[in-house]
């Protein structure tokens, strides 16, 4: 299956999970920057990640290049989702960009895989969460780093 993985990063956490999930599946990663709308549409499963930064918003690459995403056509795509962030710091708005990714690719009609559960997280809100679900894979670099990889496998295996 050809993956492309889509991600913004400033400190590089986002960055290194694309490298990683990409690895794992034979993909490419792409950088928001630098991505094409060929890179949005050339690919059987789209994967596109992003932290959460201010209080609740998405990374500042994604927030400039959104136009991209939004011109791609994305109708009855399979797309997956991961969101980087800090529960413990920001409890109130964890991995809230990854919601925000999933309303743009639904008003894109896309169709969505990869929901996780919300069990082993522990925060207070987050619009990422939909009827008691993530809506993508959450992962959490700053205080459960240690659980990535094995979170990522258990994801990729479900979405493949
Ligand atoms: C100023 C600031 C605001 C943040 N706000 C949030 C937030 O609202 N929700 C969240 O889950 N994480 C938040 N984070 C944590 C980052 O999303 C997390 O550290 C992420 O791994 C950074 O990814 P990057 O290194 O790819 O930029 C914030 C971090 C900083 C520095």
């Not at 991505?35 to 932290?51: T, V």
């Not at 894979?137 to 094995?150: E, N, R, V, W």
């Amino acid at each position: 299956m050809i993956v492309n993985v889509i991600f913004g990063s400033d400190g590089g956490a986002t960055k290194g999970v694309a490298s990683r999930i990409s690895k794992k599946c034979q993909g490419r990663a792409v950088d928001i920057k630098t991505a094409s709308p060929a890179d949005f549409e050339n690919c059987e499963l789209l994967i596109l990640g992003s932290p959460t930064y201010g209080d609740g918003t998405l990374q500042t690459d994604w927030e400039e290049h959104i136009d991209k995403l939004r011109g791609a056509r994305l109708k009855g795509k399979k797309v997956a989702l991961f969101g980087t962030g800090d529960q413990e710091s920001y409890p109130g708005s964890f991995v809230d960009a990854m919601g925000i990714l999933y309303d743009e690719v639904t008003a894109l009609e896309a169709v969505v895989v990869g929901f996780t559960d919300t069990k082993g997280y522990d925060y207070l809100n987050s619009t990422a969460e939909r009827d008691g679900r993530f809506v993508g894979l959450a992962l959490d670099q700053d205080t459960q780093s240690g659980l990535t990889d094995k979170r990522v496998t258990a994801w990729l295996s479900t979405i493949l």
